[in-house]
């Protein structure tokens, strides 16, 4: 991985690897991308967090430029209440003032979220472990940028990877954001 990020560098773009920070605000859900939402109401709460992220550039693709790092955040789930850390590895794309970026990780929140309850099961919402995955779409202003995305955490139990066991069911928590930052 380290000869992968580091080696192609210098032979990718002019760009250098930078460090991204930033601050998001937007609405969590319990189980938000459940086909029934009879027995899972949508009950939007406020989220917050800092997102962290060191990307270099590895291969140029066209007009842009393809990055991967690792990435850290801290956040504040369901209504502010509940703590939350999580990293992993980020990819993105930057071409002119645009960047995508999707991130996968894992993350850990203080307590389990919400609860889930229907005719044929009840269940904890999401556990204290789980991966962590995202979607994220900036838009560069000189050092800073504009931020919008989504992100999932879950046990990925209904792709069966839950490799976490011994946390029962887990319908995910998704969150919708819009985020401020600056490039370092």
């Known amino acids: 991985l380290a000869t992968m990020v580091v080696g192609p560098s210098a032979l990718a773009h002019p760009h250098e690897a930078h460090t991204d920070v930033e601050f998001r605000l937007g609405a969590g859900v319990v189980c938000g991308t459940c086909i029934d939402r009879e027995t899972s109401p949508w009950r939007g709460k406020a989220t917050a967090q800092i ?19 690792p990435y850290v955040k801290g956040a504040l789930l369901d209504g502010m209440n509940i703590p939350q850390i999580g990293g992993g590895v980020a990819a993105g794309y930057q071409l002119g003032k645009y960047e995508m970026l999707v991130n996968a990780g894992v993350a850990y929140a203080t307590e389990r979220i919400g609860e889930v309850r229907s005719t044929e099961f009840s269940s904890p919402g999401q556990t204290k472990h789980t991966y962590d995955l995202g979607f994220t779409l900036r838009y560069t202003i000189q050092r800073y940028f504009l931020s919008v995305g989504y992100q999932h955490n879950s046990n990925g139990r209904d792709l069966g990877v839950n490799f976490i066991g011994g946390k029962g069911a887990n319908h995910g928590y998704d969150n919708v954001f819009a985020g401020v930052g600056i490039h370092f």
């Not at 997102?51 to 790092?69: H, K, Q």
């Open 51 to 69: 997102f962290a992220d060191r990307l270099f550039p590895v291969a140029s693709i066209g007009e842009g430029t393809f990055e991967i790092g």
